[in-house]
Structures are given as structure tokens and as C-alpha cells.
């Protein structure tokens, strides 16, 4: 069985810092990973996702993940937080196959402080 | 293009009362459609997923049951709602390559 944990439920930042959302994955065969945004009331927006290829994967906002076999993670990073990088963000996790479901963390409420 | 269309946004009903939940997408064929559940500290719980039309898979045992009539279309169905179907139901769909869901917008359910 594949599963994700996200660690740390809320996160605070100040605008401009760095900002480190922590996923670990645990899964039997090589895994596909994805990171979700959500802002409230809505649905989910990919903002990237690694599937066997590059192991550092750059996607949309400025965030960025690193897969990482020998830590079973896969780290979220932005150099510099902006006010609307506030949201929750989800981890999920999958392998390739007919029924691609993906497991969800449990998400990470990002506050960006002025 | 793709897009995924859920409806209604917002509901609010009473315990006892049945409930549909409607799901369509357009600009593709075949997709798998997927309903999950959003509960507040609990993350996404997958309740169902649809590989064709009339292919139901439930991943949780509950009040709920989901129908594919059509390829483009996914109902998320009570006979009778409980205080603790209340969340935020969210389907999505994706092709068989790739991995990545797109979402819809989601409905808010409230049972009171």
C-alpha cells in the first residue's frame, strides 16, 4: 500500500523568507508524487509532479521539489514567500496503472505573515 | 480543452433526506472520474473512482453509493444523509497516462 505523510499541519512564514513544505512517501514501486494547492472553497491545482524523470521538478508559482529514493521524500521549496502563497497544500502520491488513484496527505496550511 | 463541471457549489440538508451530487467532463473520452471527500484536518479521502461507464469502485464502506450512466458523467448519491456525510466533495478525473487529477470546484455539503 502506498501512503503520504506531511509534516507539520500549519506553517508560518514571513513574506520573502524561504519557504519548506516536508512530504515522505512510502510506497513498494517507484512512485509518481504530486503536490497540490488549494485555496479556500476550491478545488485542488496541480503545481507540479515528478514521474521517473528529473529528480528536481520546477512547477508553477515558482515552487520547486526534489525527489530524493534514499529519504523517501519529496520536499516542496520556494526561495521567497509571497502574501498569495498562502493556502493548503497536499502531497499525493501514485504508481502508474489503469486506476492512477492518488493517496493524499493530509495537506499543510501555509500562512505567509506580512 | 478539458473541463470538469460539479454542481451544486453549496447545499445545505437535513439528516434523512437523499442527495445527488453531479460531475461532468468535457473535451475527453474515457477518463477515470474519482469522488473524494474533504474533511477539515482529516485531508482527501477517496470514495469512489469510475473506469468506464457502469465500473463503480468503493473505497470505503458508507452511507454514499456513486453511478457512471454516461462516459462523461458521475453522481455522488445518498438515500439517506447522516450529520457525518457533512464536508467538501470534491470529483476529479484524469486520462490512464500521466497521473495528475484535475479537479473540479467542489460542493459543500452541510447536513444538519
Not at chain 1, 519548506?20 to 509518481?32: A, E, I, M, T, W
Not at chain 2, 469512489?48 to 468503493?58: A, D, E, L, T
Not at chain 2, 458521475?74 to 456525510?85: A, N, R, V
Request: glycine letters at 8%; a neutral charge.
Amino acid at each position: 500500500a502506498q501512503s503520504v505523510t506531511q509534516l507539520g499541519s500549519h506553517v508560518s512564514v514571513s513574506e520573502g523568507a524561504l519557504v519548506l513544505l516536508r512530504c515522505n512517501y512510502s510506497s513498494s514501486v517507484p512512485p509518481y508524487l504530486f503536490w497540490y494547492v488549494q485555496y479556500p472553497n476550491q478545488g485542488l491545482q496541480l503545481l507540479l509532479k515528478y514521474t521517473s524523470a528529473a529528480t528536481l521538478v520546477k512547477g508553477i508559482n515558482g515552487f520547486e521539489a526534489e525527489f530524493k529514493k534514499s529519504e523517501t521524500s519529496f520536499h516542496l521549496t520556494k526561495p521567497s514567500a509571497h502574501m498569495s502563497d498562502a493556502a493548503e497544500y497536499f502531497c499525493a502520491v501514485t504508481s502508474p496503472g489503469a486506476t492512477n488513484k492518488l493517496i493524499f496527505g493530509t495537506g499543510t496550511l501555509l500562512a505567509v505573515q506580512p | 480543452s478539458q473541463t470538469i463541471h460539479q454542481w451544486p457549489a453549496t447545499l445545505v440538508q437535513p439528516v434523512g433526506s437523499p442527495l445527488s451530487l453531479e460531475c461532468t467532463v468535457e473535451g475527453t473520452s474515457n477518463p477515470n472520474l474519482y469522488w473524494y471527500r474533504q474533511a477539515a484536518g482529516r485531508g482527501l479521502q477517496l470514495l469512489f473512482y469510475s473506469v468506464g461507464i457502469g465500473q463503480i469502485s468503493s473505497e470505503v464502506p458508507q452511507n454514499l453509493s456513486a453511478s457512471r450512466p454516461q462516459d462523461w458523467q458521475f453522481i455522488l448519491s445518498s438515500k439517506k444523509l447522516l450529520l457525518s456525510d457533512s464536508g467538501f466533495y470534491l470529483c476529479a478525473w484524469t486520462q490512464r497516462v500521466g497521473g495528475e487529477l484535475f479537479f473540479g470546484e467542489g460542493s459543500r455539503l452541510t447536513v444538519l
